[in-house]
C-alpha cells in the first residue's frame, strides 16, 4: 500500500515553486544570452576599419545590429 502511495506522488504535477525556479532559470539564461551577445557586439564596434573589412562588416552593420538588439 505504501508502495502505491509513492508511485502516486510521483506522477503529481510540479510543485509551484518547481516550475517558478524553472521559469527564472530560463530567464537567468537568456539574460546571460543577451549580454553575451552585446558583449560580442561591442568589441566588435571598437576593433580597427582595417580588421572589420576583412570579416566583412560595416561599422553601420554593426550599429544596426546593437539598435536591433536593443529592442
Not at 39 to 51: D, G, I, K, N
Amino acid at each position: 500500500m505504501a508502495l502505491l502511495d509513492l508511485t502516486a506522488a510521483a506522477h503529481r504535477a510540479p510543485s509551484i515553486a518547481s516550475v517558478s525556479f524553472g521559469k527564472f532559470r530560463a530567464w537567468v539564461s537568456a539574460r546571460r544570452a543577451a549580454r553575451s551577445e552585446t558583449l560580442a557586439l561591442h568589441s566588435l564596434l571598437f576593433m580597427p576599419q582595417t580588421r572589420l573589412d576583412d570579416l566583412g562588416i560595416s561599422r553601420h552593420d554593426l550599429i544596426q545590429a546593437m539598435e536591433i538588439h536593443r529592442k
